[in-house]
C-alpha cells in the first residue's frame, strides 16, 4: 500500500511521520522548489503538544521552543483587558510552545529520509483509475498510490477540485508579520494589544528572538493599505505602549511578510473514498485563537488512531471525518467571531468589548477554551 501525500508543510510532514511510524509507504510532494515554512512564528498549544506526544516526537520540539508562561490580551495603553496563567509546560490550560516555523518544519523534516520528499512538484489535479489515486502536477508528470491525503493549505486545489465552491473567503483585515532580536528587549511575557487602529501581537520564541504580528482592517484590494511598508506600520502604531515602538524600529521592510487573512467556510466533508483532507486544505482559519497549526498536528493524531485500531484506509477516513468535523468547523467559526470582535474600531464599541471581556468569570473563559484544548 502507498499513501500519496500533497503538501511538505506542517500538516504533511506530521502526517507523513506518523503513516511512517505505522509502517505505510509514503510520498510527499510539495509545489515549491525547497520543503520551507510560510510565515514566522507560531505557538503549538497544549491540544497539539499532547498530539506530538501521542505521535512520539515531541521532545525535539519541547526542547527547541520557548515556553509561553502568561498570555495577556491588552489595550494599546497597556491596561491588561484578559490575562491567563498557565504553570508552565505541564500540558495544561493555556500553557504552549513559542517557535519559529523554520525551527519546527527542520525538526520534522529531520524525523523523515530524504528519499521520501519531492519539491517542484504543484498538483493541480487528480482522478481515480484502476483503483489507484493519480495525482497530476503542472510540469506534466504524474504519481501513482492507492490513497491520496491532500494538505496543501487553503488554496488547496485538491479541495477546489472536489469541492468547487470552497474557495477561501476574506476577513476584512490583513496581517503583517516578522522576526527580530530580543537580545536587548528581553520580553518574556506573549502579549496581543487590542487597539482601535488593530491589534499587535508580541510572542519570544526560540533562539532568544520575538515573532511579531499586526493586523488592521482593510479592504481586500485598498492599495493605500496593501502597500504599507515598516515606516506606515510605525506612523499607524506610533501611539501603542511600549514596546510596541522598540519592536518595529528594531524590524526591517527584508523581513516583513504581509499576507490577507482569509479562513474557508466550514466544509461537511474531509474524506472523499480515497482522498483525505486535512489542515489547512480542509479547515483553514484566521489565526486568532492560534490553532492553524495545532488543528494540523491534531488531524494527524486522529488519523493515526484510526488506522491503527484495524480499520482499512478508506473506513479509517471517514471514520477521521466523523470525528474532527465539528471540532474543525468550531474553530473556523469561533476563531472568526473573535477576530470580528478583537478587530472593533469604533472606540466607544471596543471600550464597551474590554469592559465585558475583563468582568467575564474565570469559569466561563476556561470552558470555552476546552473546547478548543481537550
Known amino acids: 500500500m502507498k499513501i500519496l501525500i500533497n503538501g511538505g508543510g506542517i500538516a504533511g510532514l506530521t502526517c507523513a511521520i506518523a503513516l511512517q511510524k505505522l509502517g505505510i509507504e509514503t510520498v510527499v510532494f510539495e509545489s515549491t522548489p525547497e520543503i520551507k515554512p510560510v510565515g514566522a512564528g507560531l505557538v503549538i498549544q497544549s491540544n497539539a503538544i499532547r498530539a506530538l506526544e501521542y505521535l512520539g516526537i515531541?521532545?525535539?520540539?519541547?526542547?527547541?521552543?520557548?515556553?509561553?508562561?502568561?498570555?495577556?490580551?491588552?489595550?494599546?495603553?497597556?491596561?491588561?483587558?484578559?490575562?491567563?496563567?498557565?504553570?508552565s509546560i505541564n500540558r495544561e490550560l493555556f500553557a504552549g510552545l513559542a517557535i519559529h516555523r523554520h525551527t519546527l518544519h527542520q525538526i520534522l523534516k529531520n524525523y523523515l529520509p530524504e528519499n521520501l520528499l519531492f519539491t517542484s512538484k504543484k498538483a493541480i489535479s487528480f482522478l481515480n483509475k484502476d483503483g489507484k489515486v493519480i495525482l497530476q502536477f503542472e510540469d506534466g508528470s504524474n504519481a501513482e498510490g492507492?490513497?491520496?491525503?491532500?494538505?496543501?493549505?487553503?488554496?488547496?486545489?485538491?479541495?477546489?477540485?472536489?469541492?468547487?465552491d470552497s474557495k477561501p473567503r476574506y476577513a476584512g483585515y490583513i496581517c503583517w508579520r516578522s522576526i527580530v532580536d530580543n537580545s536587548d528587549l528581553k520580553i518574556s511575557e506573549a502579549t496581543e494589544t487590542w487597539g482601535s487602529k488593530g491589534r499587535f501581537g508580541i510572542v519570544p520564541i526560540n533562539e532568544n528572538k520575538i515573532y511579531w504580528y499586526a493586523t488592521i482592517n482593510s479592504n481586500q484590494f485598498d492599495v493605500k493599505i496593501n502597500h504599507y511598508n515598516l515606516k506606515k506600520l510605525k506612523e499607524h502604531f506610533s501611539d501603542y505602549r511600549s514596546p510596541v515602538p522598540e519592536i518595529l524600529e528594531k524590524s526591517?521592510?527584508?523581513?516583513?511578510?504581509?499576507?490577507?487573512?482569509?479562513?474557508?467556510?466550514?466544509?461537511?466533508?474531509?474524506?472523499?473514498?480515497?482522498?483525505?483532507?486535512?489542515?489547512?486544505?480542509?479547515?483553514?482559519?484566521t489565526p486568532n485563537l492560534g490553532q492553524g497549526a495545532c488543528q494540523a498536528i491534531e488531524d494527524v493524531m486522529v488519523l493515526h488512531q484510526e488506522i491503527a485500531s484495524g480499520k482499512d484506509v478508506q473506513s479509517a477516513f471517514k471514520s477521521f471525518e466523523k470525528r474532527r468535523i465539528k471540532k474543525a468547523?468550531?474553530?473556523?467559526?469561533?476563531?472568526?467571531?473573535?477576530?470580528?470582535?478583537?478587530?472593533?474600531?469604533?472606540?466607544?464599541?471596543?471600550?464597551?468589548?474590554?469592559?465585558?471581556?475583563?468582568?467575564?468569570?474565570?469559569?466561563?473563559?476556561e470552558h470555552q477554551f476546552k473546547k478548543i484544548y481537550n
Open 252 to 285: 526591517s521592510n527584508e523581513k516583513l511578510i504581509k499576507n490577507p487573512i482569509f479562513d474557508i467556510k466550514p466544509l461537511n466533508q474531509f474524506a472523499f473514498n480515497k482522498v483525505l483532507l486535512i489542515g489547512d486544505a480542509a479547515h483553514a482559519t
Open 58 to 87: 515531541e521532545d525535539k520540539i519541547i526542547d527547541a521552543a520557548n515556553p509561553i508562561n502568561q498570555i495577556a490580551i491588552i489595550d494599546e495603553k497597556g491596561n491588561v483587558i484578559k490575562k491567563q496563567k498557565p504553570s
Open 329 to 365: 468547523n468550531y474553530i473556523i467559526n469561533t476563531s472568526r467571531k473573535l477576530g470580528s470582535i478583537a478587530q472593533i474600531e469604533n472606540k466607544f464599541l471596543a471600550s464597551l468589548r474590554n469592559v465585558v471581556f475583563k468582568l467575564t468569570p474565570e469559569f466561563i473563559t
Open 146 to 164: 492507492d490513497f491520496l491525503i491532500s494538505a496543501d493549505g487553503i488554496n488547496s486545489n485538491i479541495r477546489l477540485q472536489l469541492l468547487p
